[in-house]
């Protein structure tokens, strides 16, 4: 069965700190998507990035970059120097290729950027 | 471009009462997703559509839930009659393709009191 674990519920920083979000994933297939979602205060849920399996390069964007290991099944999400607006719920998600295309959420990791 | 429109952004209704939420998928998407948040169970996938045609509904709590998609620019998901345990926000979201990208609209936040 597909799973996605974020274990850490809330994590604090203050301004400029580095901060990683864990995610952790189960799945049968060898050919799926990941994806990390952002939903700030106002609730939308925003697209930040997809990662096809046969990919495992990191990706850098801006103060964003991934670290994607299929070994470990992890495809963690690092803010550097983090900002009060970072403030957010993040969602990893995993998605079967070549499935109904089911998009299974993790529980989300509320990070809080303090000033 | 425009994103993924939903109506109404909020509502708010007496139990018993009919809801209906309303979706427009971002043109030349194929693949139309109904998700609900709520505190106790996260993020759920509701129903599937691809080309209009319903392909997973089993996230679909009830009979008491129904979504329909005549054509490909439109996308309803009905609740009747409404529940409090209903509340939650409502999102839809689209894709090219299957799972390939899905890309969500603002959400509704249903209210049943």
């Known amino acids: 069965a597909q799973k996605v674990t974020q274990a850490q519920t809330e994590i604090s920083v203050v301004e400029k700190e580095d901060v990683t979000l864990d995610c952790v994933y189960e799945t049968r297939d060898t050919t799926y998507y990941l994806f990390w979602y952002k939903q700030p205060p106002s609730g939308e849920l925003v697209f930040l990035i997809r990662?096809?399996?046969?990919?495992?390069q990191n990706e850098i964007s801006g103060r964003y970059s991934w670290n994607f290991q299929k070994s470990t099944s992890s495809f963690n999400f690092t803010i550097t120097a983090s900002q009060v607006v970072d403030s957010a719920v993040y969602f990893c998600a995993l998605s079967e290729v070549g499935n109904t295309g089911k998009l299974i959420f993790g529980q989300g990791t509320t990070l809080q950027v303090k000033p | 471009d425009a994103g993924v429109i939903q109506s109404p952004r909020h509502e708010v209704t007496e139990m018993g009462q009919e809801v209906t939420l309303r979706c427009k998928p971002i043109?030349?998407?194929?693949?139309l997703f109904w998700y609900r948040q709520t505190m106790m169970r996260g993020l759920e996938l509701l129903i599937y559509f691809n080309n209009n045609v319903p392909i997973d509904d089993s996230g679909m709590p009830e009979d008491r839930f129904s979504a329909k998609m005549p054509n490909a620019s439109f996308s309803t998901l009905k609740i009747q009659p409404s529940e409090p345990r209903d509340s939650a926000v409502y999102f839809c979201?689209?894709?090219?393709?299957?799972?390939?990208?899905?890309?969500f609209g603002p959400g509704t936040r249903l209210t049943v009191l």
């Open positions: 979201a689209s894709s090219p393709r299957g799972g390939d990208l899905l890309l």
């Open positions: 990662r096809n399996s046969f990919d495992e």
């Open positions: 043109s030349g998407h194929n693949s």
